[in-house]
């Protein structure tokens, strides 16, 4: 059984540009969630994707998108990158549904800083 | 979601039970409670969760009261590689559809393993 992974694990970016991160669910896994956690804070939730279809936000503007792929992948794109952008972005798959489990397993993170 | 409280901080003897407090007073009817911990640089680990019951699994103990207000999660020999944030989270279960598994995760509680 393979983790969850995510690349980059680092990645610098200018503010304005746009930026790409990638996840890779456990297998098995039909869920992944979207976390961002600034320096000296929890994780802040961004949104989950279920099936391919987004299942619930948090409050980040609409510059942060994602989707997921038919395998389960996501990607989150950020538009615009502010400075506050800055953080660890922390993707975690689980298995939703009605035969779903409770526990998620979080990916090791990709550190972001806009500069 | 409920909010928790956490103390901040707590320190414990290599090889002692570690017990973590954790107040939820506002936890609805289907909620369960949940732990985390992140060691430095890592994603969040999953612990273990509970609705009303005790639980126990291979790493920790949870207690919950009768009232479900508060619940402690126990690690019963702690070694220095317990050394982590520890997140109480009470959240719906991740069942995908219109409830999903989001985490609220708030400070956390900051346990530091002596020799």
């Known amino acids: 059984e393979t983790g969850v992974t995510q690349s980059p694990t680092h990645l610098i970016k200018t503010r304005g540009q746009q930026v790409t991160l990638r996840c890779s669910s456990q297998s098995g896994h039909n869920t992944v969630s979207w976390y961002q956690q600034a320096l000296g804070q929890g994780p802040q939730f961004i949104f989950q994707y279920y099936r391919e279809e987004e299942n619930g936000r948090g409050n980040f503007p609409p510059r942060f998108s994602g989707l997921q792929f038919p395998n389960y992948s996501s990607e989150l794109n950020v538009n615009a990158l502010e400075l506050d952008d800055s953080a660890l972005y922390l993707c975690?798959?689980?298995?939703?549904?009605?035969?779903?489990?409770?526990?998620?397993?979080f990916g090791p993170g990709t550190r972001l800083t806009v500069t | 979601d409920a909010k928790t409280t956490q103390p901040p901080s707590m320190d414990c003897a290599e090889g002692r039970a570690a017990n973590l407090p954790c107040n939820h007073s506002?936890?609805?009817?289907?909620?369960?409670v949940y732990w985390y911990r992140q060691i430095h640089s890592q994603g969040p680990q999953y612990i273990i969760h509970g609705l009303k019951n005790n639980e126990t699994n291979e790493m920790a103990s949870l207690i919950i009261t009768e009232d479900r207000k508060s619940s402690t999660l126990i690690l019963p020999h702690a070694t220095l590689r317990d050394t982590a944030v520890y997140y109480c989270i009470v959240s719906l279960p991740n069942a995908g559809g219109t409830s999903y598994g989001k985490l609220t995760f708030g400070q956390g509680t900051i346990l530091t393993v002596h020799p």
């Open positions: 975690a798959s689980s298995l939703g549904g009605l035969a779903g489990s409770y526990e998620q397993y």
């Open positions: 506002t936890i609805s009817g289907n909620e369960y």
